[in-house]
């Protein structure tokens, strides 16, 4: 069975990957300024990775290779002793597997379904081509499911990009064998409850591939204007492009202002240039940092070591030498409660759910304002109880 760090690498190769749609159909000439860059990962990715291995190895089993339950104990134990596994990995792909299950059991036909297929997109976006974590056709449906093991924000199937270029590509490679009329996308991110689906039919599909081809072209050949947005986030290039750079350094445009004091309408337009201002001035840390490990120079910057910390050699030791000499073993540790969401996870959500939930020792207390953009989903809110004390 491939692994996923094979996949990934293959997947390297595409210069206009599903993954960075949602940049390069936005920034045109991003994909090629990328190439400049070393693509790296960290140890949230790899992670992710060993997560999906494990989801993967139990799609096969129930879905396409009825393996024996020794075989699989022995690849699920060989994941097992991987140093980033952890046990709640189990409980996050089986939520997983359980949401395509119940998709294939409530089908009136025998479904087909195919786990990590490399699919070819390349009928609209040059060289274009991509891993689908999996992919169900039952009937007229064909049925996109992405696994993603973060914990950050939740992800919208609705019109995204990389989704609708996994089902352009499945549509190209099945439909000359089912009758595919209708697509079905969705994200299950398990570690934040949240499953995203929507629903297009084919021929909206097809039609939006059609849009997106003069768009491709321009961004396979490098062509167009550099334009910065939230897009930028995950960009190999975004601590030295210039167009991004230079969101953050228009704010100095503010200065020319007469009034002493900003509008509304100026605080909302400061406000729309400085998101992500914080990340990109950790980008460009970063970068600073490896340059000078390297023997370059950034003027006015140099690498120096961090401040150093004091650590155990060995706590089991350094604490047994402490009781020794009549150290109260009360003094060496703290008694802290266990926060709900780490509570829940210990118990698990069920058991959780009866011991606390249902006897009505949980209660949800309401979130404190914050600010966001117009395009957040959750309701705008006015008068809030508190509100106004928060800002006292």
Request: net charge negative; proline share 5%.
């Amino acid at each position: 069975m491939p692994t996923k760090e094979i996949k990934h690498a293959e997947r390297e190769h595409a210069l206009l990957s599903a993954s960075g749609a949602h940049r390069w159909l936005v920034c045109t000439p991003s994909a090629r300024l990328e190439e400049q860059f070393a693509d790296t990962t960290s140890d949230y990715a790899r992670e992710g990775t060993l997560a999906h291995e494990i989801a993967e190895l139990k799609l096969c089993k129930y879905f396409t290779d009825p393996m024996s339950q020794s075989t699989y104990t022995r690849r699920l134990n060989k994941f097992k002793k991987h140093e980033l596994f952890q046990d709640e990995m189990l409980k996050h792909t089986d939520t997983y597997l359980d949401y395509l299950r119940e998709i294939t059991i409530g089908l009136d036909v025998q479904p087909y379904v195919a786990v990590e297929r490399q699919i070819d997109y390349s009928v609209v976006v040059p060289e274009g081509f991509g891993t689908v974590d999996c992919l169900i056709i039952g009937g007229d449906t064909l049925y996109i499911t992405d696994f993603k093991y973060g914990k950050g924000v939740p992800v919208s199937a609705e019109n995204n990009p990389q989704m609708m270029l996994y089902a352009l590509g499945a549509y190209y490679t099945y439909s000359f064998l089912y009758q595919i009329k209708n697509v079905h996308l969705a994200i299950i991110q398990p570690r934040i409850d949240n499953i995203s689906e929507w629903e297009i039919s084919a021929d909206d599909l097809l039609a939006w591939g059609e849009e997106i081809k003069p768009i491709a072209q321009k961004a396979y050949a490098g062509e167009g204007e550099f334009v910065p947005g939230e897009h930028c986030k995950f960009c190999r290039a975004k601590a030295q492009c210039r167009a991004h750079a230079k969101m953050y350094t228009a704010l100095e445009d503010f200065e020319m202002k007469k009034p002493p004091l900003l509008t509304n309408e100026e605080v909302g337009e400061v406000l729309e240039r400085a998101q992500g201002l914080e990340a990109w001035v950790k980008a460009l840390k970063e970068y600073a940092l490896s340059a000078c490990l390297n023997g370059e120079e950034i003027p006015g910057w140099k690498a120096v070591e961090g401040r150093s910390t004091r650590i155990y050699k060995d706590i089991d030791q350094a604490f047994e030498y402490l009781k020794s000499n009549g150290i109260d073993e009360a003094l060496l540790y703290e008694r802290v409660p266990l926060t709900v969401a780490k509570l829940e996870k210990q118990l698990g959500k069920k058991e959780f759910k009866s011991l606390l939930e249902e006897a009505g020792l949980v209660e949800k207390a309401p979130g404190k304002p914050t600010i966001a953009p117009e395009s957040d989903k959750r309701p705008a809110i006015m008068n809030a109880p508190d509100a106004a004390s928060d800002f006292t």
